[in-house]
């Protein structure tokens, strides 16, 4: 089975709108209520890329998968500090594609100079707690009752994974677009594997 690794584009949009819409409508995993459309994806999508990388996970000609980082906190000294998101359909879960994605992430957002990733995660979704702990997110705290879905209140589980130490911190993260394409390659294609 051939898995491929690479960067999102516009044209993805709508695969991931539909990979998106099943956890929306049907699960407490996202806290929205109405899943976005294509265009709307396409402009989140284009928003992120600038900044962070937003990958894919393509299997058996597929787009099975997707993560992406975006910015964790507002205020410009938490300028160090990303939220990863990772969705695989439904169809696709079990084969470690989450995983691949979110080390590819986590290894791109390293060497663009974070220190800290963040994981936001529904109490009640026990994979997904599982999952992040097994490739190295500690708790961070629990938020009680913090969004209300599918008629009822819903804890919040911040994860927290170091990815730096203390030498990142001497200037901003740069942006994705800094990262060579052959860097770029080298980290999809280790894990791609």
């Not at 690479?6 to 929306?24: E, H, P, S």
């Not at 990388?53 to 964790?72: I, M, N, Q, R, S």
């Amino acid at each position: 089975m051939r898995r491929t690794l690479r960067t999102a584009q516009r044209t993805d949009a709508g695969r991931i709108a539909d990979i998106y819409a099943y956890y929306v409508k049907n699960t407490t995993v996202s806290f929205e209520y109405l899943p976005p459309d294509e265009g709307e994806m396409a402009e989140r999508l284009t928003k992120i890329s600038a900044r962070f990388p937003f990958l894919v996970c393509e299997e058996e000609g597929k787009v099975a998968g997707y993560a992406y980082a975006d910015e964790a906190f507002s205020r410009a000294a938490y300028r160090w500090s990303a939220e990863i998101s990772v969705y695989v359909d439904r169809d696709f879960r079990r084969r470690g594609i989450g995983g691949r994605l979110v080390g590819a992430v986590e290894e791109i957002c390293r060497r663009l100079g974070y220190r800290t990733m963040y994981a936001l995660v529904t109490g009640e979704n026990a994979d997904s707690l599982v999952f992040h702990e097994s490739i190295g997110y500690e708790k961070e705290a629990v938020f009680k009752e913090q969004g209300y879905k599918s008629g009822r209140w819903l804890d919040v589980v911040w994860l927290r994974k170091r990815l730096g130490g203390r030498e990142v911190s001497a200037k901003f993260p740069a942006p994705v677009s800094a990262m060579s394409a052959e860097e770029m390659r080298e980290i999809l294609r280790f894990y791609e594997r």
